[in-house]
């Protein structure tokens, strides 16, 4: 069994900053990459960012120069520093861990609004 919890999500103006967190528990010995994705009413679960277990990470292009992803091994933990915040980045943002299998946590929405 593993489970994955979010936190952080809100609301935030323009040119805003937030900070997600995912703490991730349960049988993890295989625990590897960690990541972010995201999904807006209508479109599919796109990828935002990922790192792996030895800390090379990967953005999605909408997002590289504006968002930070990385992780705490000690703590099993992946973050998602997200700064200059725009409109179009509202969403649900669901954290992701591949521990043999691919896993999921319930979502955190962000919202971006004047």
């Known amino acids: 069994q593993v489970q994955l919890v979010e936190s952080g999500g809100g609301v935030v103006q323009p040119g805003g900053s937030l900070r997600l967190s995912c703490v991730v528990s349960g049988s993890i010995d295989s625990l590897s990459a960690m990541g972010w994705y995201r999904q807006d009413s209508g479109n599919a679960r796109n990828l935002v960012a990922v790192?792996?277990?030895?800390?090379?990470?990967n953005y999605s292009h909408s997002v590289k120069g504006r968002f930070t992803i990385s992780r705490d091994n000690a703590k099993n933990t992946v973050y998602l520093q997200m700064n200059s915040l725009k409109p179009e980045d509202t969403a649900v943002y669901y954290c992701?861990?591949?521990?043999?299998?691919?896993?999921w946590g319930q979502g955190t929405q962000v919202t971006v609004s004047s």
């Open positions: 992701w861990a591949n521990v043999q299998s691919e896993y």
């Open positions: 790192v792996t277990d030895d800390g090379f990470t």
